[in-house]
């Protein structure tokens, strides 16, 4: 089991790399220059030149990734442009309100997309099948954008009932955990029918019937239970989905995380910045990969013996 767990860890280094050259290339070649928007328009040759000195913007391409890259290996994620703040200390202050929401937010999709998959599946081909799946894929039907405006302009502005804005108090996370649990709930919904319908064909559901339990130990106990292997991976995969999401979602309900913070930076050409909260998110999703693989592997004795 330790050498299937070191081989997955790493597998995750040329992942990280690579992402590291994809966002660097992007901001790169993106039109703009992060010192006319810090010094405006006005600026004198001279005062843009020394700017430019200052943040490491002179060199080329290769020159300033290189120098990007062995500075992130001590553990320097850059400076931030406008505030001089190290990037690490405003990640670590906006990245714990991101974790939340995409926590409440897979809480949400879990929850609803196993709810309605495991009807759809043990009334398959009825009206509840039909009806389960429907519910299931309506948040999926609408990106986070216009989904999260419409619950919005209904539960904010029309009915008043919960907060538009802000992240102070649990009120404030529901709406924005809604717009992206939603999302991610048609996916789970789907896997966990198939793998339930799968597992239901099993020749020893039948011989739990035969010593008379209940048709719901039958469900929850061996069904499900035993369905959970591809739906845990599903559910692994729509992590980095509701990280994603949150990107806009937190703009637009003004929720104080990375994704909003990567949005702010983008609009002021703050490469750092940007390319820190990038590369928090892509650890972290890599880092929920793992965990699901090792689940994975814990539950099915298959993929365990390889390695042992």
């Not at 700017?51 to 290189?66: A, C, I, P, T, V």
């Not at 404030?172 to 597992?199: K, N, W, Y």
């Not at 959970?228 to 729509?238: D, K, N, R």
Request: charged letters at 15%; aromatic letters at 10%; one cysteine or more.
């Amino acid at each position: 089991m330790l050498k299937y767990i070191l081989s997955r860890i790493m597998m995750m280094i040329p992942v990280m790399l690579g992402v590291t050259i994809i966002v660097f290339s992007l901001l790169y070649i993106t039109p703009g220059d992060p010192v006319d928007a810090l010094l405006g328009d006005e600026a004198t040759p001279e005062a843009a030149e020394q700017l430019r000195e200052e943040l490491g913007l002179n060199g080329g391409y290769f020159q300033r990734y290189f120098t990007y890259i062995s500075k992130l290996l001590q553990g320097d994620m850059g400076i931030c442009y406008s505030t001089k703040q190290p990037v690490s200390d405003r990640i670590a202050q906006t990245f714990p309100n991101t974790m939340k929401l995409a926590g409440l937010s897979l809480l949400v999709s879990v929850t609803v997309g196993m709810f309605f998959g495991t009807i759809a599946a043990v009334k398959q081909n009825s009206i509840f099948d039909n009806i389960a799946m429907f519910l299931a894929m309506i948040g999926n039907a609408m990106p986070n954008f216009w989904q999260g405006l419409l619950l919005m302009l209904l539960f904010a502005l029309q009915w008043k009932i919960l907060p538009a804005s802000g992240f102070s108090s649990w009120k404030h996370m529901i709406l924005p955990a809604i717009t992206i649990g939603t999302s991610s709930a048609a996916a789970i919904a789907r896997m966990t029918r198939s793998s339930m319908l799968e597992v239901i064909r099993q020749d020893y559901m039948d011989t739990a019937r035969a010593k008379g339990q209940s048709e719901f130990i039958i469900t929850i106990k061996h069904a499900l239970k035993n369905a959970l292997i591809p739906v845990a991976t599903t559910i692994g995969m729509q992590l980095g989905r509701q990280l994603g999401g949150a990107v806009l979602t937190e703009s637009i309900f003004a929720v104080p995380g990375v994704g909003k913070m990567m949005v702010d930076a983008i609009k002021a050409r703050n490469y750092p910045v940007v390319q820190g909260g990038v590369l928090m998110v892509a650890l972290v999703f890599s880092i929920v990969n793992l965990l699901v693989d090792i689940f994975y592997a814990y539950i099915d004795p298959r993929i365990r013996s390889r390695f042992e």
